[in-house]
């Protein structure tokens, strides 16, 4: 069994910044690419930024310059350091992983169950 635990959701007032964690849990044998995706009701889930088990990384245009990722391979967890927040960033926000639980098994894609952010004076 694989679970992706997200933390450290919450209200922060414009400009402020929040760090969020996902950590994944269980029966792996490698994690590959790691991500975030947002989504507020009525809209399609986005892609925030995804960072890759060699560190390259890839950010929406929306967050680019604000929001850094960055992971601990040792511990399995992607992070999110959002910075300079505006309301428009209120959101759901979804950890995301491609991972492998044994070397003869494909890789399956993973999603946590969320954490809210709001964005509000």
């Known amino acids: 069994q694989v679970q992706l635990v997200e933390s450290g959701g919450g209200l922060v007032q414009p400009g402020g910044s929040l760090k969020l964690s996902c950590t994944a849990s269980?029966?792996?044998?490698?994690?590959?690419?790691m991500g975030w995706y947002r989504q507020v009701p009525g809209k399609q889930r986005e892609l925030v930024a995804t960072?890759?088990?060699?560190?390259?990384?890839n950010y929406a245009d929306s967050v680019e310059g604000r929001f850094t990722i960055s992971r601990d391979n040792t511990k399995n967890t992607v992070y999110l350091q959002m910075n300079s927040l505006i309301p428009e960033d209120t959101a759901v926000y979804y950890c995301?992983?491609?991972?492998?639980?044994?070397?003869?098994?494909?890789?399956?894609?993973?999603w946590g169950q969320g954490t809210q952010v709001t964005v509000s004076s």
């Open positions: 995301n992983a491609d991972l492998t639980q044994s070397p003869w098994i494909r890789p399956y894609n993973y």
């Open positions: 269980g029966s792996i044998f490698r994690v590959d690419a």
């Open positions: 960072i890759t088990s060699g560190g390259n990384t």
